[in-house]
């Protein structure tokens, strides 16, 4: 009979955070393949769990998927975990489902913390609907790319990003999204927890130097509630905010608060020089 893969959710902080069942999932499966052994090791020890142990990163995805699939075949129970949080998410996990799929192994997830679910749930932004887009990639052409979609979206948008790379990240969004409302989820169950709230600027401002880990949550829901006839009601400035605001360039903004109010373009023109 060949054996069953469990894809099981380990804390993203604080070591309580694990169901009864991925603890008994894990002492009960043949072998633990992990994201980084002696981070699993920890968690292991702490609940006094000893199996044994196969190293399944992002860099031996593929080559490893093999392994821990021959292993279900042959009958072994394999549980998958990566460093914290849910396995295929941002994290390694997706390769060796799509084979155990392939070679009729059962896949169960054993559901536990998420970091991108609880940043949503206590951002107090939408949470009917969003999307997840994981670390911006790096690559220029990619990232554009990313930064388009989000450009487009019209719902909450959630990132991940390391804190190194988190102001230049803000600062991209700044300028192609323009100011936004935005959270900052930062070090979700742990000791300094704490929910940022406030415009991407406002946000640049507050935190210099970035530590510990960070969701960032964008609220692209309501812009385009505000309809064109509410926006021309308002002052030349506030009108100028909320279409900076939706990504507009100065041009167009101009362009439109004429039409709103319907004076000439320069007339508007003038107001900002
Ligand atoms: N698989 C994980 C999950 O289920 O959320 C995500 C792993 S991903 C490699 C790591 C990123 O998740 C971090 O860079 C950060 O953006 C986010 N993250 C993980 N733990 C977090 C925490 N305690 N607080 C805030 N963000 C966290």
């Known amino acids: 009979m060949t054996g069953k893969l469990f894809l099981v959710a380990t804390p993203i902080g604080n070591l309580e955070d694990i169901t009864f ?25 702490y609940y006094e769990i000893s199996k044994p142990l196969i190293s399944y ?22 549980a998958v975990v990566s460093d914290a949080g849910t396995p295929g998410i941002s994290d390694p996990g997706e390769e060796v489902v799509k ?7 059962e896949v169960i997830p054993i559901p536990g913390a998420c970091a991108l679910v609880n940043a949503l749930i206590a951002s107090g932004l939408n949470t009917k609907e969003f999307l997840f887009l994981g670390f911006l990639p790096l690559n220029k052409k990619n990232r554009d790319n990313a930064l388009d979609k989000i450009k487009k979206a019209k719902s ?5 990003e390391a804190p190194h790379k988190l102001i230049k990240t803000l600062q991209d969004l700044l300028k192609n999204i323009g100011d936004i409302n ?9 000791i300094h927890e704490e929910f940022i709230r406030g415009n991407i600027s406002n946000l640049l401002e507050q935190i210099q130097e970035p530590k510990g880990e960070y969701v960032i949550l964008l609220d692209l829901n309501n812009l385009e509630n505000e309809n064109e006839d509410e926006i021309s009601q308002k002052t030349v400035e506030e009108q100028y905010k909320i279409y900076e605001a939706q990504g507009m360039n100065k041009k167009d903004i101009i362009k439109q608060i004429a ?6 373009k320069n007339e508007i023109y003038k107001l900002f020089i």
């Open 57 to 78: 990163h992002r860099h031996n995805e593929e080559v490893k998927s093999d392994i821990l699939i021959d292993k279900l075949l042959e009958g072994k129970n394999i």
């Open 182 to 190: 935005c959270v900052l989820a930062r070090e979700i169950t742990k």
């Open 99 to 105: 084979e155990a799929i392939k070679n009729n192994i």
């Open 21 to 45: 069942r991925a603890i008994n999932i894990l002492k009960e499966v043949d072998i633990i393949a992990a994201e980084d052994t002696r981070h699993t090791l920890k968690l292991l020890n």
């Open 156 to 160: 909450t948008v959630i990132l991940y």
């Open 259 to 264: 039409k709103n109010k319907n004076v000439p």
